[in-house]
């Protein structure tokens, strides 16, 4: 499988990339546990806006609900970073770091942007914002609005945070000097993109793969895989068109409803689309495909772990979104649990 092969380009060290390829909550949390617990990863670097994610992380029988730690934080041999790109809530991060009990090997960027209760009112004030756009409340697009006017204040203007403050960059790029494996752990999701998601209803930043690399200040040569986490069905929270949404009864009839992990809204739910599947693969330059929540469309694959259990039916499925796309898929989840996946080499 890539996540173990040769060091391309003749560069050092690896860096495997986790972005969502639909509009969030594909469970990207659970691929990135999976991959984090198998494979030696010495470092797992946060990217995407802020904590206006949620993602759900289940380990050793734990449920962890996280907002800003990477869900990749298990292994006490993997230290975790913050990029400067992503924006962080201080007592969000301190309670996660406690949470997690990580407090020896989490660092964030002294240019990390910090969120203010004033960004969090001034958002949920905003009809704009929460009504038109459908916000997650977080305050992450008011405190980015301050980050460009240049006025945002950063990590390191923070008293409580200075035991975590470090050079994102520079301590990345010593560690693929040095061989090392770097997990670059993006939130949200490719059509939630300022630039190439369904603008306006979209996030305050760019998402996609190569804005994760910037957030965390590593060069787009360095980057040996990409893998895109799909659901296999498409959900959406907030505002904005979703091709083929079924109505909340069909939704509950065909079992699969959620819930929003940080606003507790119902997400809106479609059939997958393999066009824009094909689109979220080229933009983000997908090396593997993730599909997640297999065992929803198809309840016979719950829990299973091997290729043998593939049906006819849902082999059929995969090979049309390798068909569509031209990209392996690699990732087969079929439970919450990290242990419920198929590995298609
Ligand atoms: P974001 O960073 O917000 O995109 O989070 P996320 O992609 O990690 O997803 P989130 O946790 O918001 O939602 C995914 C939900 O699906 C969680 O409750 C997971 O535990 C669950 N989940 C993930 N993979 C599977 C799967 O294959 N089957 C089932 N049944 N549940 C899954
Ligand atoms: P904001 O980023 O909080 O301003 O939200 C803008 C849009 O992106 C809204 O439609 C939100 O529901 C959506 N959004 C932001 N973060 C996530 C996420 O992690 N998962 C799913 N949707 C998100
Ligand atoms: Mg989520």
């Known amino acids: 499988m890539n996540v173990v092969s040769e060091t391309v380009r003749g560069q050092k060290g690896r860096v495997i990339i986790v972005v969502g390829g639909f509009w969030g909550d594909e469970g990207k949390g659970k691929i990135v546990s999976y991959i984090a617990s198998k494979y030696r990863i010495d470092a797992v670097a946060r990217a995407g806006t802020g904590p206006n994610a949620g993602h759900t992380v289940v380990h050793d029988g734990v449920t962890y609900k996280l907002r800003l730690m990477p869900s990749g934080f298990f292994s006490e041999n993997t230290r975790i970073f913050i990029g400067p790109g992503v924006l962080i809530n201080e007592s969000i991060f301190l309670q996660e770091v406690d949470t997690c009990k990580v407090e020896n090997r989490v660092f964030v960027d002294r240019h990390t942007g910090v969120i203010t209760e004033e960004h969090i009112e001034l958002e949920?004030?905003?009809?704009?914002?929460?009504?038109?756009?459908?916000?997650?409340?977080?305050?992450?697009?008011?405190?980015?609005?301050?980050?460009?006017?240049?006025?945002?204040?950063?990590?390191?203007?923070?008293?409580?945070?200075?035991?975590?403050?470090?050079?994102?960059?520079?301590?990345?790029?010593?560690?693929?000097?040095?061989?090392?494996?770097?997990?670059?752990?993006?939130?949200?999701?490719?059509?939630?993109?300022?630039?190439?998601?369904?603008?306006p209803f979209v996030t305050s930043k760019d998402v996609t793969a190569s804005a994760a690399l910037s957030d965390v200040g590593i060069?787009?040569?360095?980057?040996?895989?990409?893998?895109?986490?799909?659901?296999?069905?498409?959900?959406?929270?907030?505002?904005?068109?979703?091709?083929?949404?079924?109505?909340?009864?069909?939704?509950?009839?065909?079992?699969?409803?959620?819930?929003?992990?940080v606003t507790g809204r119902l997400r809106r739910a479609a059939p997958f689309d393999f066009k824009l599947a094909r689109k979220a693969v080229r933009i983000n330059g997908a090396t593997n495909i993730a599909l997640t929540k297999m065992d929803i469309l198809f309840p016979e694959l719950k829990g299973a772990t091997t290729t043998d259990a593939l049906t006819k039916a849902s082999l059929e499925f995969i090979e049309k979104i390798e068909e569509k796309t031209g990209v392996r898929v690699t990732y087969i989840s079929t439970g919450p649990e990290a242990k419920a996946l198929i590995i298609r080499e």
């Open 219 to 261: 060069g787009p040569t360095r980057a040996t895989e990409v893998i895109v986490v799909f659901k296999a069905f498409v959900t959406r929270v907030g505002e904005g068109h979703l091709d083929g949404e079924l109505d909340a009864d069909e939704v509950i009839r065909r079992n699969w409803q959620e819930y929003g992990t």
């Open 124 to 199: 949920k004030a905003s009809q704009h914002l929460m009504g038109k756009i459908g916000s997650t409340g977080s305050g992450c697009g008011t405190a980015n609005v301050d980050r460009i006017k240049r006025k945002l204040k950063l990590a390191k203007d923070y008293n409580k945070l200075k035991p975590f403050i470090t050079d994102v960059s520079e301590e990345l790029n010593d560690i693929l000097d040095n061989n090392g494996t770097v997990l670059v752990e993006g939130s949200q999701a490719t059509f939630l993109s300022l630039y190439h998601g369904t603008y």
